[in-house]
């Protein structure tokens, strides 16, 4: 048995503007919208799935200290 509930809103006029004219496009009625938009604002969230780690390797080490200005220029420039 399904029970509908009938409420009053208010509803800025731009969003109602916005709400006709999408239920007007996926041919469903406001109410229908309106309800299916708050089913996925209420229902729970799904814990997001761990990711992979990422790739890592050996580079060698760094081959200029990075704070030493003229040596990281000579690096990059090939001086």
Do not use: H
């Amino acid at each position: 048995m399904v029970i509908w509930m009938k409420t009053t809103l208010n509803i800025d006029d731009s969003v109602m503007t916005r709400l006709k004219k999408e239920a007007a496009r996926r041919g469903c009625t406001m109410s229908e919208l309106v309800e299916s938009a708050l089913r996925l604002l209420l229902e729970p969230r799904k814990a997001a799935r761990p990711r992979a780690p990422l790739p890592s390797f050996k580079s060698g080490g760094a081959l200029v200290e990075v704070a030493d200005r003229d040596a990281l220029y000579q690096a990059m420039e090939g001086r």
